[in-house]
């Protein structure tokens, strides 16, 4: 029989998981919920039942498995050790030697959810082709993972490539997640959009077609792509947040692209023009040419880098 991965991306209420061939096509995914109780312990015993049923269900054995990569929402580092995973009442263990002891043996490799999907959009996604790239993640917060030469930056703490706490303004009295002022998710992620949008809307004595109780990145977005003024006055403030944010990334890293994902990107080639600006006047000349493209996995990402983790 051929050889099967799987790619598990343990979220904080479902568990997405994927059986995979070895190259990259997904045969079965499906999910199962995040069990939380009890700190969290019942979480990988589940994830290897579901394994186990599903290497049942397709007559896998244990040879044909390649191995398991999973992604996990918290700092993991090279040895698949996980720091702190508040979320999941996580303390700090090995996720690798934990879910490979219950899979009797099965070759495990974990990585943070973020690098994990940027590894997924690299080997099945907008980054395709590319072995230097950066993924970025718009959504509530601004995630990312950085991949060099076809492998995720770990870092030594296992935070590697968390972009969204750059510093990029002085003075910011609201605090970040992370409790720093002035973080680059503070203004690039969405909730940093509808928060530039609520500034504006409130000053704001023209027509427009926004509304007081919809002043979400969507909104704003298809007010640009109906010319509206309000609209792309909040857009060209984004923009500039996140062209510069990334144009520091890229000086520091060159990768061959940036992958843009996450609930902002939904708004398409426009979010790229709006932010093309401010990131060609700010990047380094000898990295301009940089391609910055739209992630294509979308949810699904993690579960691909994750079976890419163990190839
Ligand atoms: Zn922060």
Known sequence: M???????????????????????????????????????????????????KNMAENNIAK?????????????VD????IYKAANLGWGVFSVRNTLSDLLDGIKVEAGNDANVAALGEMWKGGGKGHKNM???????????????DGKILTGAHGAGGEIGHMHVRDGETRTCGCGNHGCFEQYASATGLANMAKEHFAGF???????ADDLTAKAVFDGV??????????AAEYGEYLGKGLAVITSTIDPEALVIGGGVSKA????????????IENVFADCRDCDIKLATLGNDAGTYGAAKLVL
């Open 268 to 279: 398409g080639q426009i979010l790229i023009d709006c932010l093309k600006p401010a990131f």
């Open 78 to 81: 090279k040895d698949g050790v």
């Open 2 to 52: 051929s050889k099967r991965l799987y790619g598990v991306d343990l979220g904080g209420t479902t568990v997405k998981m994927g059986l995979f061939d070895t190259e990259g096509n997904v045969l079965t995914k499906w999910e199962i919920p995040t069990v939380k109780d009890q700190g969290g312990k019942q979480i990988l015993p589940d994830i290897a039942e579901a394994i186990k």
């Open 225 to 234: 792509k109906a010319g509206d003024d309000l609209c792309k006055e909040i």
């Open 63 to 75: 040879e044909d498995v390649i191995g398991v990569g999973i992604g996990v929402p918290g700092p």
């Open 134 to 148: 950066v993924a970025v993640t718009l959504g509530t917060g601004v995630g990312g993972g950085i991949i060099i």
């Open 205 to 211: 004595k023209g027509n427009t077609c926004l509304k």
